[in-house]
């Protein structure tokens, strides 16, 4: 979502993989729509459209801050990383955390993939149980939103991927609205799947780096879609 008119804005559907999961969906009730893109690609606001439209919000992000202030998981950081991590209230600081996961490597990888495997199953346990409760509760449709979906494994619970779509240069300038460094970008980006394997397993493709009018028409064609 940028302002200016976009230089094609058309969601790409894969018909018959959509009418396979939808009814996947149909027989367990719930559908469950999980979010791809790159970093800074407007997962986010996606999600918050498809929740306007009356999905309901699974945050793997939300989750993951909730896992990180488990008393196992912050003492296996302090054991790991010591205090440094923490924050003046006692709790795991992200910031400091994510300059250690997302250093150059040999280090930056290597404790990356410690932090993966202490939160990964957590988050998913976690996740999962909402699902659970939305699905009792009798909701249709949920939206993961989730920055590793595939390197995870958390795309095995959902019935539909969606590939949220921008250029690079639109990515990175919206991680420097955040008050990245274009290093950190970069690094961020690498610690994921590639876009083009996610581009290859996403269902659907919405192009969001257009304007926010263009989004919501193609989310829209989407969610019918999706829906009925």
């Given at each position: 979502m940028e302002d200016g008119e976009p230089k094609q804005q058309s969601s790409r559907i894969k018909g018959g993989t959509v009418r396979a999961t939808r009814q996947r969906a149909e027989a367990k009730g719930m559908r469950t729509v999980g979010l791809l893109g790159g970093v800074a690609s407007g997962k986010s606001y996606v999600a918050g459209l498809f929740c306007r439209l009356g999905a309901a919000l699974l945050d793997a992000d939300g989750a993951g801050h909730e896992v990180l202030r488990e008393p196992e998981v912050e003492s296996a950081a302090r054991r790991r990383w010591g205090g440094e991590v923490f924050g003046p209230d006692g709790r795991i600081d992200r910031s400091?955390?994510?300059?250690?996961?997302?250093?150059?490597?040999?280090?930056?990888?290597?404790?990356?993939?410690?932090?993966?495997?202490?939160?990964?199953?957590?988050?998913e346990d976690l996740l999962r149980?909402?699902?659970?409760?939305?699905?009792?509760?009798?909701?249709?449709?949920?939206?993961?939103?989730?920055?590793?979906?595939?390197?995870?494994g958390w795309d095995a619970f959902c019935d539909i991927l969606v590939?949220?779509?921008?250029?690079?240069?639109?990515?990175?300038?919206?991680?420097?609205?955040?008050?990245?460094?274009?290093?950190?970008?970069?690094?961020?980006?690498?610690?994921?799947?590639?876009?083009?394997?996610?581009?290859?397993?996403?269902?659907?493709v919405i192009d969001n780096s257009g304007s926010p009018e263009a989004t919501q028409a193609q989310l829209e064609r989407c969610w019918h879609a999706i829906v009925g």
């Open positions: 400091r955390l994510a300059g250690i996961v997302f250093a150059a490597a040999p280090d930056g990888p290597r404790e990356l993939e410690y932090l993966e495997q202490l939160t990964h199953p957590r988050i149980r909402q699902a659970s409760e939305l699905e009792a509760a009798g909701r249709q449709v949920a939206v993961l939103d989730a920055p590793v979906m595939l390197k995870a590939f949220v779509d921008a250029p690079r240069e639109v990515r990175l300038a919206r991680a420097r609205g955040r008050g990245w460094t274009e290093d950190e970008f970069a690094a961020r980006e690498a610690a994921q799947e590639s876009l083009e394997a996610k581009r290859q397993r996403a269902d659907m």
